[in-house]
Nanobody, 113 residues
Framework: QVQVVESGGGLVQPGGSLRLSCTAS????????MGWFRQAPGKQRELVTS???????NYAESVKGRFTVSRDNALNTLYLQMNNLNPDDTGVYYC?????????WGQGTQVNQ
C-alpha cells in the first residue's frame, strides 16, 4: 500500500517562511512526478508546483519567485520552501505522487496566516 505523508504546516505571519515536507513509499516516489496542491476554504484544489523525476519544475503563476520545490530521491522526500507568504497562500496543502494513470495523495497539512 502506498503511503504519502505531509508535514511542516502551521501558522505563519505575512511575509514569513515555511517549509513543507512529504514522504512517499520508496518505489513510487522514485518513478513519480511529485506535486504540491492546495485548497483554500470554499475553493477548488489547485496545483501549486510539480517536479518530474528528471527535476523539471512547474509553478503556478501566483507562487513563482516565492516558492521552491525540490526532491531528495535518496530520502524519498519532497520539499516545498515557501517564502514571503501572504494571506492568499492559506489552505490545506496536499502532496501528490503521479505515475502513469495513478495518483496517490496525502491527507494534507494546514498552512494558516
Amino acid at each position: 500500500q502506498v503511503q504519502v505523508v505531509e508535514s511542516g504546516g502551521g501558522l505563519v505571519q505575512p511575509g514569513g517562511s515555511l517549509r513543507l515536507s512529504c514522504t512517499a513509499s520508496g518505489s513510487i516516489f522514485r518513478i513519480s512526478t511529485m506535486g504540491w496542491f492546495r485548497q483554500a476554504p470554499g475553493k477548488q484544489r489547485e496545483l501549486v508546483t510539480s517536479i518530474t523525476t528528471a527535476g523539471d519544475t512547474n509553478y503556478a503563476e501566483s507562487v513563482k519567485g516565492r516558492f521552491t520545490v525540490s526532491r531528495d530521491n535518496a530520502l524519498n522526500t519532497l520539499y516545498l520552501q515557501m517564502n514571503n507568504l501572504n494571506p492568499d497562500d492559506t489552505g490545506v496543502y496536499y502532496c501528490n505522487a503521479h505515475w502513469w494513470s495513478f495518483d496517490y495523495w496525502g491527507q494534507g497539512t494546514q498552512v494558516n496566516q
